[in-house]
Structure formats: structure tokens, C-alpha cells
């Protein structure tokens, strides 16, 4: 059950926009909507920042969009700030011979 | 408000098993299924399997069929789970997540805080 793939490390200053790409196939985020990406800060709890490929949960500033073109999906953060540095995680649903969710290796974002 | 609140961190010798508890209060514990990630040391996030409270029915992470179980007992809506056969590569922070569900899982909105399990003889 290989993950999605996602670039090991992005950087941007402040106030630039970044995008981290999260690639997969046809059996997750080419065949379904069910793409999120979550913003880790170590040794604390994921949250949760972009759902169903491009809505955002109450409380996620609009800086933060979603989008998906085939199999490969991106976040993009506008106006980055400092306290955007982070790990940045995109899962799927996937379907093969059984239902599950695979995760991306993760993207580390360095705000410069 | 919603809140997950995991067990404290424990360690375990290779061999044994190991259990996480997983307490929701805030919602309707039946209402959502949880999700069980974990996180090894310098690794990324990685899915172990889901549950649903309101049937107790399970679906695994092929990696993880036949070593984790995952229960739950609405009577305290506290969600379970159990890791067996350990060894060093289980040792990890473990999350309990609720999910947001459409027709399948789209995401985990609420997370717990994490527990810290360490394999060591």
C-alpha cells in the first residue's frame, strides 16, 4: 500500500505564496474527491485544513485552497507567516482490492 | 466542544501487546467514525485502520491486519486500540482522529492529543 507522493521540503517568504503537490493514481485522488491535507506541528495533534479536495473547516483562514487536476492534487498557501512553518500531510481514500486511506510522506514548509 | 483525550504514554517490551483508550465528549459518540493514525519517530503519518461505534464494525490497514484490534464501548464513549506482537518499529505517537463521512471517510476533523508509546527491552 504505497503513499501518495508529496515533495519532501517547500520554502517561501513571507507574504509569497507556495504549493505543495500530492500526487497518487486513479484508484484515490483521480477517483474520488475525498482528498485532505492536514498541517502537523511536532508532538502536537494534526489539523485538519483543506477537505473534499477544496473546502476548508470553519476557523481555516482563506490563504489556504485546495484543488485537484487528475491523479494529483495541491495545496496552495497565499500570504504566507511564520507560523505557517509546519508539516504538511495530503491523504486519500483508495479503493483496490479493499477500502482504506493512504497518507502522503509529508511536506515539510519552511517559511524563510 | 469536541475533545478526544488518549491515554498516557507507556512503554512496552518487543513481544507485547499494548492498549490506547480514546475518550469523546462534545458529540454524539455513535454519530462519527474514528480513525487510528500513528506516527513513528522522523516519519510521516501513516492510517492503521477505522471503526464505527454505532455497529463496531472495522476495516484495517493491510499492514496492521491480525496484530490491532480496534473496540469500542459506547456505555463510556471511549474508543480502543490494541497493538499486539510489538516490536522497536512500533514504537510511535498514536492518534485517535473522528471522521467526517460522506458516502466514504473524507477526513478527520478532531484529533486526540496524541499518545506516545515506546518498545524497548
Known amino acids: 500500500q504505497s503513499a501518495l507522493t508529496q515533495p519532501a521540503s517547500v520554502s517561501g517568504s513571507p507574504g509569497q505564496s507556495i504549493t505543495i503537490s500530492c500526487t497518487g493514481t486513479?484508484?484515490?485522488?483521480?477517483?474520488?474527491?475525498?482528498v485532505s491535507w492536514y498541517q502537523h506541528y511536532p508532538g502536537k495533534a494534526p489539523k485538519l485544513m483543506i477537505y473534499?479536495?477544496?473546502k476548508r473547516p470553519s476557523g481555516v483562514p482563506d490563504r489556504f485552497s485546495g484543488s485537484k487536476s487528475g491523479n494529483t492534487a495541491s495545496l496552495t498557501i497565499s500570504g504566507l507567516q511564520a507560523e505557517d512553518e509546519a508539516d504538511y500531510y495530503c491523504t486519500s481514500y483508495r479503493i483496490t482490492s479493499t477500502p482504506y486511506v493512504v497518507f502522503g510522506r509529508g511536506t515539510k514548509l519552511t517559511v524563510l | 466542544q469536541v475533545q478526544l483525550v488518549q491515554s498516557g504514554a507507556e512503554v512496552r517490551k518487543p513481544g507485547a501487546s499494548m492498549e490506547v483508550s480514546c475518550k469523546a465528549s462534545?458529540?454524539?459518540?455513535?454519530?462519527?467514525?474514528l480513525y487510528w493514525v500513528r506516527q513513528a519517530p522522523g516519519q510521516g503519518l501513516e492510517w492503521m485502520g477505522w471503526?464505527?461505534?454505532?455497529?463496531?464494525?472495522?476495516n484495517y490497514a493491510q499492514k496492521f491486519q491480525g496484530r490491532v484490534t480496534l473496540t469500542v464501548d459506547t456505555s463510556i464513549s471511549t474508543a480502543y486500540m490494541e497493538l499486539s506482537r510489538l516490536t522497536s518499529d512500533d514504537t510511535a505517537m498514536y492518534y485517535c482522529?473522528?471522521?467526517?463521512?460522506?458516502?466514504?471517510?473524507?477526513?478527520?476533523?478532531?484529533w486526540g492529543q496524541g499518545t506516545l508509546v515506546t518498545v524497548s527491552s
Open positions: 471503526i464505527n461505534p454505532n455497529s463496531g464494525a472495522t
Open positions: 473534499e479536495v477544496s
Open positions: 482522529a473522528r471522521v467526517i463521512w460522506d458516502v466514504v471517510p473524507a477526513a478527520a476533523d478532531y
Open positions: 462534545g458529540y454524539t459518540f455513535t454519530g462519527y467514525y
Open positions: 486513479s484508484s484515490d485522488i483521480g477517483g474520488y474527491k475525498y
